[in-house]
């Protein structure tokens, strides 16, 4: 109990000091605030200064990242919207917290339900964030958002999203996420196609 | 394993105690039933003649129809394998029940929680208050005809939001400070918290009021106090700096989880349990998903066996770097250790985020599988973690902290637990293996794949904060040393079994899950009526339940290491309050 170890243990704290050093004078400048920099900083071998200046530097969200969830529409040739709700209501059921509210559109005339949403709405006050609702959505419709910085003055009124505030295009979609978005349009055009066919090979293989 | 290990038990309950205990034949439970006259001697005879010695869960289910409650106990043997599971069952207008805690002290907070949350009454048990509701609260909140008010509808999906939602936010239907409901004759005004006073007068009680008292207080640590990990307060009775009693308050994070849960449908319940011990999300989704798997009677592919082993050993990693630091922090060593392992903890939750798509509330694991395969790279940032940088890291912190003579002179013999003690007080984790009780979910009652992994089960002698810490630490190397063989045997394949499914159909009956969570046994017990919601719905939660040891450990010691020894605990108060 003289103390010896306590000193043992301080090279730790030392040599982390030293080390933060010896890091800045070999990467120089580039090591704060480009995204090499911030980059070098996530990997499994860093050393020295680890944290992150936020808001001036903001490490890369990862592709599954999931914020709160956003409508997908795409949009057509001639420039028109084609937004890919059909107003089904799985998103709401299966929301734990039960933060999604949908009007299904009526037809004025013969009213029945069209499958379109007339109004949607997320508390996100309410949303944990769980990404159920993207999960299990069959039309890719609603999907999860990567942008984290939402804060605002008013939360009675700001922080119900509704149709306006949530349809994002599907250029938006795939930019942030690219994987998913191509693997899921491949499955889409298989199923369409397979829709659009005609029952050909069924028949042929039963002749 | 734990088929054979019943089998033999029914046998030998029914030859032991043939006149009072029957076998509970309803379709697809288990177990054995007692009457509430009998079930003390049944108890002490299992306790005693069969070696159950550890009681892990006391609960209890509101049968409405049928006009009584159930009170569920598991016991298992702390040399491991199949619990037993014993139910008395007393109608609801009666609902009295003995109370286990002469027989098992760990049994003290979890019948005051059931008496809080049903209303059934333990008799002979030595401080029957309400636990994380207030003294003062009208209403037994766990019961089937209890509503909170502004209530929606008992189940989900509730009706208002589809096809004719036209939004009303929850606010505006539950304004605040009128969401509550107070019993006739109650004015909030002028009330004062009896609740108080009755903690006060127990631990009056305990100081010896009446003889002569000289430097005799209570004092108040918490609820809002750096050292206690939360909203959590302990009243302690001092003579001097002496630790003469002390009782915990609990509660103030209370959301009635296992209401909630019992409104949810099963998968909506996955993101609710990543609430509960918010650092080790991914530890509580396995609980849950095994219960949840038992009854539905799928198992996972091989690769997802493989993932959630994965994903475990590493939030057991996080958990126990937090505990090691924040343990520091509450020594003094102010958040040079804490941060040092948080930059740890920060690598592995980004692998979390690239995997699951959130750093702490994962909502990873499915039933039968998992949610999503590995993206590209992260197997190998996995591997550059567990092979390289982490086993050079706890190294680290084994150098810096392990021979340092004031942690060692501040945390060695302080809080001991002998083993029989911390038995007898259903501790949990690495609280159970520092007293010297190998125990360890993983090995004595092994679930998923861990059969195959070569690991040692840490365990300490004194059973004093050090040998905490150092269990932690050996664990920490051990779960790497599962992480290593995992991460190269892990095969390619499926990551689940079936379809995606979100409303799944769960058959009757009752399960138990559990898991060794980093805070300890963590426990999911869950009984089906068939519908789409779990009829019962409760959690064993190890730091809960830990606590219930925090007097018998302070006592007698300083008021300053009262603070280590409840951060060697290693509370985390989204699952002590749920």
Not at chain 1, 75 to 87: A, H, L, M, N, P
Not at chain 2, 279 to 284: H, P, T, V
Not at chain 2, 526 to 534: F, L
Request: proline fraction near 7%; charged fraction near 25%; charge should be negative.
């Amino acid at each position: 109990m003289n103390g010896i170890e306590i000193l043992k243990g301080l090279t730790i704290t030392l040599r982390h000091f030293v080390d933060t050093y010896i890091v800045d004078i070999v990467k120089g400048r580039k090591h704060y605030f480009t995204p090499e920099g911030i980059q070098s900083r996530a990997e499994a071998d860093t050393r020295g200064i680890f944290t992150v200046q936020y808001p001036e530097e903001k490490v890369p969200v990862p592709e599954e990242f999931r914020y709160f969830p956003f409508l997908v529409y795409d949009v057509k040739e001639d420039g028109s919207k084609v937004v890919r709700c059909t107003s089904c209501g799985i998103c709401s059921k299966v929301c734990p917290p039960q933060c999604i509210w949908i009007v299904r559109s009526v037809d004025p005339e013969t009213k029945k339900p069209i499958p379109s949403p007339a109004e949607f709405y997320i508390d996100v006050d309410i949303c944990m964030n769980c990404g159920f609702c993207a999960e299990f959505c069959p039309f890719d419709a609603i999907k999860m958002d990567h942008d984290y910085e939402i804060a605002s003055y008013d939360r009675t009124t700001a922080h119900i999203f509704d149709l306006q505030k949530l349809l994002k295009p599907a250029s938006y979609y795939e930019k942030i996420r690219p994987v998913n978005a191509e693997s899921e349009d491949r499955v889409r055009a298989e199923k369409e196609a397979a829709k659009n066919a005609p029952k050909k090979p069924v028949q042929e293989a039963s002749t | 394993m734990s088929e054979i290990s019943t089998k033999s038990v029914v046998k030998s309950l029914d030859l032991l105690l043939p006149e009072f205990v029957t076998p509970d034949t309803r379709a697809g439970y288990q177990g054995f039933i007692v009457s509430p006259e009998h079930l003390i001697q049944t108890v002490k005879s299992i306790k005693e003649e069969m070696q159950y010695d550890y009681l892990s869960s006391l609960t209890a289910v509101d049968y409405l129809a049928e006009g009584k409650f159930e009170v569920v106990y598991h016991f298992y043997r702390t040399t491991g394998g199949g619990a037993l599971v014993l139910k008395t069952q007393v109608s609801r207008e009666t609902a009295v029940v003995p109370s286990l805690v002469p027989l098992f002290p760990g049994a003290e907070f979890q019948e005051r929680e059931v008496y809080d949350m049903f209303g059934i009454r333990f008799s002979g048990h030595p401080d029957l208050r309400r636990i994380l509701m207030w003294e003062g609260y009208a209403g037994w909140p766990l019961r089937k005809d209890f509503r909170e008010p502004f209530a929606e509808e008992d189940v989900k999906p509730f009706k208002s939001r589809w096809p004719e939602g036209h939004i009303v936010r929850a606010e505006e239907k539950n304004p605040f400070q009128d969401n509550l409901q107070f019993p006739p004759g109650f004015n909030p005004q002028t009330w004062i918290p009896e609740g108080d006073e009755a903690v006060y007068k127990v631990l009056r009680r305990l100081t010896g009021e009446g003889e002569l008292q000289t430097d005799r207080m209570i004092v108040n640590l918490g609820p809002q106090h750096p050292s206690t990990h939360g909203v959590f307060r302990m009243v302690v009775a001092l003579d001097g700096e002496t630790v003469l009693g002390l009782k915990p308050v609990i509660g103030y994070l209370h959301r009635n989880h296992e209401k909630i849960g019992e409104r949810n449908t099963y998968l909506g319940n996955m993101p609710f349990t990543d609430r509960l011990d918010y650092i080790s999300s991914m530890s509580n989704n396995f609980g849950y998903a095994l219960a949840v798997e038992k009854l539905l009677g799928i198992t996972p592919p091989e690769r997802a066996e493989y993932i959630r082993v994965i994903m475990a050993e590493l939030t057991r990693i996080v958990s126990h770097m937090i505990s090691i630091g924040f343990l520091l922090n509450d020594l003094g060593a102010f958040f040079t250790p804490s941060l040092y392992s948080l930059e740890e903890r920060e690598l592995i939750v980004d692998i979390f985020e690239a995997v699951s798509g959130s750093r702490m509330m994962c909502n990873y694991f499915r039933f039968g599988g998992v949610a999503r395969d590995f993206p590209d790279g992260i197997h190998k940032k996995i591997r550059d973690l567990v092979f390289d940088r982490l086993p050079r890291k706890i190294d680290d912190i084994d150098k810096y902290l392990t021979k340092n003579e004031i942690v060692r002179m501040r945390c060695e013999g302080i809080g001991v637990l002998r083993p029989e003690e911390a038995i007898a007080l259903s501790a949990a984790g690495p609280i159970l293996r520092a007293s010297g009780v190998p125990y360890d979910v993983r090995r004595a009652d092994p679930y998923s794949i861990y059969e195959r992994f070569d690991f040692d089960v840490i365990y300490g002698v004194h059973g004093d904060v050090y040998d905490r810490y150092l269990v932690r630490l050996g664990e920490i190397r051990q779960s790497l040393k599962i992480l290593q063989q995992a991460i190269d045997a892990m095969p390619e394949g499926p990551i689940l079994t079936g379809k995606p499914q979100h409303t799944v159909r769960v058959p009757v009956g009752e399960s138990y899950g559990r898991v060794e969570g980093p805070k300890g046994e963590l426990g999911y017990y869950i009984v089906s009526n068939g519908k789409p919601n779990p009829y019962r719905y409760h959690i064993r939660p190890p730091s809960f339940i830990n606590i219930t040891g925090l007097e018998f450990m302070a006592r007698g010691g300083k008021v300053a290491d009262a603070v280590v020894i409840l951060g060697s605990i290693d509370i985390v108060l989204g699952e002590v309050d749920r």
